[in-house]
T-cell receptor, first 113, second 116 residues
Framework: DVKVTQSSRYLVKRTGEKVFLECVQD?????MFWYRQDPGLGLRLIYF???????EKGDIPEGYSVSREKKERFSLILESASTNQTSMYLC????????????FGDGTRLSIL | AQTVTQSQPEMSVQEAETVTLSCTYD???????LFWYKQPPSRQMILVIR??????QNATENRFSVNFQKAAKSFSLKISDSQLGDAAMYFC?????????????FGQGTTLQVKP
């Protein structure tokens, strides 16, 4: 089974801090994704990566950046955390495209105080 | 731009009965993929069922089936013989056929309650 591991289930940070969310997958997938999940809004794509060192903006990239130095690891960075970034963050990975499903991690509940 | 709409924020069903969750989407593409994902309270999102738009036959996975109406741009999920373990949030998602990066567009989600 594909395993996507997010480094923290719960995280509390202060406004203005630089925050790192880590995601690791064990199936050599080319594509990796970061979403945020908010009630009534579903999942919204922040950034995705289709190869090492390659990244593309999703629908809501403002205030975020990403890093993919190794194929199995995709990091989401909040450059200067703000309270409106309090949310659930989900990481996913998948091979290629087509009808392949995305495989998700357990999520990180991030609170910015 | 493509959009996915789930108009039912919450649904409930009695154990052993059947429930249908609605999903509509908007796209100008003729070929695409549609997915239903389940997110139980433990939070890990898992695939329930998928449908290729070029296939006329509705997908089925055990107690889960879809009603895919391409002309109406509708993709509903039917859960038969509902079980307590079906209680979760369900998301409908769309992917364009030309998307080789696998990008998905999600609906807002429907929370399903199963009553014993």
């Amino acid at each position: 089974d594909v395993k996507v591991t997010q480094s923290s289930r719960y995280l509390v940070k202060r406004t203005g801090e630089k925050v790192f969310l880590e995601c690791v997958q064990d199936m050599d997938h080319e594509n990796m994704f970061w979403y945020r999940q908010d009630p009534g809004l579903g999942l919204r794509l922040i950034y995705f990566s289709y190869d090492v060192k390659m990244k593309e903006k999703g629908d809501i990239p403002e205030g975020y950046s990403v890093s993919r130095e190794k194929k199995e690891r995709f990091s989401l960075i909040l450059e200067s955390a703000s309270t409106n970034q309090t949310s659930m963050y989900l990481c996913a990975s998948m091979p290629g495209g087509g009808n392949q499903p995305q495989h998700f991690g357990d999520g990180t509940r991030l609170s910015i105080l | 731009a493509q959009t996915v709409t789930q108009s039912q924020p919450e649904m409930s069903v009695q154990e052993a009965e059947t429930v249908t969750l609605s999903c509509t989407y908007d796209t100008s593409e003729s070929d695409y993929y549609l997915f239903w994902y389940k997110q139980p309270p433990s939070r890990q999102m898992i695939l329930v069922i998928r449908q290729e738009a070029y296939k006329q036959q509705n997908a089925t996975e055990n107690r889960f089936s879809v009603n895919f109406q391409k002309a109406a741009k509708s993709f509903s999920l039917k859960i038969s013989d509902s079980q307590l373990g079906d209680a979760a949030m369900y998301f409908c998602a769309y992917r364009g056929y030309s998307s080789n990066t696998g990008k998905l567009i999600f609906g807002q989600g429907t929370t399903l309650q199963v009553k014993p």
